[in-house]
T-cell receptor
């Protein structure tokens, strides 16, 4: 089944404890992206990747890191999480080398930072 | 001005009526526009994309684009309770690198 998977789906952690949220797609998509969703603010892009080894900042990159060593994987790293990073996170991928195409979203990761 | 703006709602429509969702955007040279539907607790899913001025119809859904007015809308005909969801407008912004910007979403409730 063609899909985008994220792990974990739910995570409660404490301030300062490094964490990684994994994202994997099995559709051979070029473009991958991370978003966070907060009430009243909609989806905001954190980082995106046009292809392997090519990543760039979105609108809210502070406090996050990403890497794209393989086409299928695009992990999101929070080196020192803070409470303001409590949010619902979505990974997405699309076939083309940019966002002008259907975005396929993962199921989401709900993160709580205490 | 927000890059992509939607009425946050909530919008309440009786079953069988037409639901109208609106979105304005700030980038005059944007070329790609999308409507995503998001059920509560779920991830967004694409329901319509539109790239040219005018109307685009897909079943009960019609997207309308007016680039001169920087306005895109979504009409849902014969609204069903299963259409109750949050609808997200998304626009690809040009500039140094293309980025997809979402509006804050409009919550739609269809009343039986």
């Amino acid at each position: 089944e063609a899909q985008v998977t994220q792990n974990p789906r739910y995570l409660i952690t404490v301030t300062g404890k490094k964490l990684t949220v994994t994202c994997s797609q099995n559709m051979n998509h070029e473009y991958m992206s991370w978003y966070r969703q907060d009430p009243g603010l909609g989806l905001r892009q954190i980082y995106y990747s046009m292809n392997v080894e090519v990543t760039d900042k979105g609108d809210v990159p502070e406090g996050y890191k990403v890497s794209r060593k393989e086409k299928r994987n695009f992990p999101l790293i929070l080196e020192s999480p803070s409470p303001n990073q409590t949010s619902l996170y979505f990974c997405a991928s699309s076939p083309a080398g940019g966002p002008s195409d259907t975005q396929y979203f993962g199921p989401g990761t709900r993160l709580t930072v205490l | 001005q927000k890059e992509v703006e939607q009425n946050s709602g909530p919008l309440s429509v009786p079953e069988g009526a037409i639901a109208s969702l609106n979105c304005t955007y700030s980038d005059r040279v944007s070329q790609s526009f999308f409507w995503y539907r998001q059920y509560s607790g779920k991830s967004p899913e694409l329901i319509m994309s539109i790239y040219s001025n005018g109307d685009k119809e897909d079943g009960r859904f019609t997207a309308q684009l007016n680039k001169a007015s920087q306005y895109v809308s979504l009409l849902i005909r014969d609204s069903q309770p299963s259409d109750s969801a949050t609808y997200l407008c998304a626009v690809v912004m040009r500039g140094g690198a293309q980025k997809l910007v979402f509006g804050q979403g409009t919550r739609l409730t269809i009343n039986p």
